[in-house]
């Protein structure tokens, strides 16, 4: 199996090497995070509208 890698620096490469666009690589932070806290929910509640705002975004793109 191939070395895995994190993927912030993933993206943080892709916008580094000219790949990612600088407004994508932040919108793609912001997704990695919420994705994170959706992953590993222990402490975490997402309301209703949140999970509709994330789904309507995540479509839009």
Do not use: C, W
């Not at 912001?30 to 209703?48: K, V, Y």
Request: cysteine-free.
């Amino acid at each position: 199996m191939g070395k895995r890698t994190k993927l912030v620096y993933n993206l943080s490469n892709l916008s580094d090497n000219g790949i990612l666009p600088p407004i994508l690589d932040g919108i793609a932070d912001i997704i990695r995070n919420l994705g994170n806290t959706a992953a590993h929910p222990e402490d975490t509640e997402f309301s209703n509208e949140m999970v509709s705002s994330m789904m309507e975004f995540t479509q839009t793109l």
